[in-house]
C-alpha cells in the first residue's frame, strides 16, 4: 500500500485507488447523487452489496492505519499500538450541498485513536485542514476513491483540527472508519510513563466556526 505522508499542518497519509475499481465504479452507477433523502437510497437498501463494501474498505482501512502507525511512530507508546482492532466503528457519511454539518473546526472524539476518511462520490470537497489558532492549512484535493488517515493527537502542538466545508451544489458521500484507544493498553502507556495521553481533552475548542457560502438562487 502506497501512503503518501504529508507533513503540514499536521502529519497525515493519503493512500489512492483506496478500494477496487469494480466496488468505486459500481458505487457511483448506482448511488442517486439527487436524491433529497440519501439514506432511502437504492444502494443502501441493497444490504448485500453494503456490506461486501464495508468489509473491503474495513480491511483495507485495517491495513493503512498499521502501515500508518509504523511509518509515522507518533502514538506514544513505542510499538505497541493504541488502538483496538477488534471494534472498528464504520459509516457512510452524506453532506448535502452548502451543508452546515461538522464545518466547526474540531478534533476527533478523544476516546478516537485513528481516523479514515474515503471519498467516496464523484463530487465533493476536500477535508479542509486547520492550524491550532484557527487558520485554514489547506484543503485536501478532493478525488473518489482516496484515503485520508490521521491520528487525533500528535506531538506538541500537531493536533489535527479539520473540518468539512461542502460549498459546492453536489451531495459529498464519505465513509469513515475509527480505530478507538484500547484502554488497557493506554493505562500501561501512562504507567510506563507516557504523559501525553494524560492531556487528551474533548472536541471543543474556541476556534471559530466557518461559516457556509450562501445558496446561489
Given at each position: 500500500?502506497n501512503?503518501?505522508?504529508?507533513?503540514?499542518?499536521?502529519?497525515?497519509?493519503?493512500v489512492?485507488?483506496?478500494?477496487?475499481k469494480?466496488s468505486?465504479?459500481?458505487?457511483?452507477?448506482?448511488?442517486?447523487?439527487?436524491?433529497?433523502?440519501?439514506?432511502?437510497?437504492?444502494?443502501?437498501?441493497?444490504?448485500?452489496?453494503?456490506?461486501?463494501l464495508?468489509?473491503?474498505?474495513?480491511e483495507?482501512?485495517?491495513?493503512?492505519?498499521?502501515?500508518?502507525?509504523?511509518?509515522?511512530?507518533?502514538?506514544?507508546?513505542?510499538?505497541?499500538?493504541?488502538?483496538?482492532?477488534?471494534s472498528?466503528?464504520?459509516?457512510?457519511?452524506?453532506?448535502?450541498?452548502?451543508?452546515?454539518?461538522q464545518r466547526?473546526?474540531?478534533?476527533?472524539?478523544?476516546?478516537?485513536?485513528?481516523?479514515?476518511?474515503?471519498?467516496?462520490?464523484?463530487?465533493?470537497?476536500?477535508?479542509?485542514?486547520?492550524?491550532?489558532?484557527?487558520?485554514?492549512?489547506?484543503?485536501?484535493e478532493?478525488?473518489?476513491?482516496?484515503?485520508?488517515?490521521f491520528?487525533?493527537?500528535?506531538?506538541?502542538?500537531?493536533?489535527?483540527?479539520?473540518?468539512?466545508?461542502?460549498?459546492?451544489?453536489?451531495?459529498?458521500?464519505?465513509?469513515?472508519?475509527n480505530l478507538?484507544?484500547d484502554?488497557?493498553?493506554?493505562?500501561?502507556?501512562?504507567?510506563?510513563?507516557?504523559t501525553?495521553?494524560?492531556?487528551l481533552?474533548?472536541?471543543k475548542?474556541?476556534?471559530?466556526?466557518?461559516?457556509?457560502?450562501?445558496?446561489?438562487?
Open positions: 500500500m501512503i503518501s505522508i504529508h507533513e503540514e499542518p499536521w502529519l497525515h497519509g493519503i489512492d485507488d483506496f478500494i477496487s469494480d468505486i465504479n459500481y458505487f457511483h452507477e448506482s448511488w442517486n447523487h439527487s436524491n433529497p433523502n440519501p439514506y432511502s437510497n437504492p444502494i443502501i437498501t441493497e444490504s448485500s452489496f453494503i456490506k461486501e464495508t468489509e473491503e474498505i474495513g483495507r482501512f485495517t491495513l493503512a492505519f498499521n502501515n500508518f502507525y509504523h511509518q509515522l511512530n507518533v502514538g506514544g507508546i513505542g510499538d505497541e499500538t493504541p488502538y483496538c482492532m477488534e472498528p466503528k464504520c459509516k457512510l457519511i452524506v453532506h448535502d450541498p452548502f451543508s452546515e454539518l466547526d473546526i474540531h478534533l476527533d472524539s478523544n476516546d478516537k485513536a485513528f481516523s479514515g476518511v474515503l471519498y467516496l462520490s464523484k463530487e465533493g470537497t476536500g477535508t479542509s485542514l486547520y492550524y491550532p489558532n484557527g487558520k485554514r492549512h489547506s484543503q485536501v478532493w478525488k473518489p476513491n482516496r484515503a485520508l488517515l491520528t487525533r493527537k500528535q506531538s506538541g502542538k500537531n493536533a489535527t483540527y479539520h473540518a468539512v466545508e461542502n460549498d459546492i451544489p453536489f451531495q459529498r458521500v464519505t465513509f469513515i472508519m478507538h484507544r484502554v488497557e493498553k493506554v493505562k500501561q502507556a501512562i504507567e510506563s510513563g507516557e501525553w495521553l494524560k492531556k481533552t474533548g472536541t475548542t474556541n476556534l471559530p466556526i466557518s461559516k457556509p457560502l450562501k445558496i446561489p438562487k
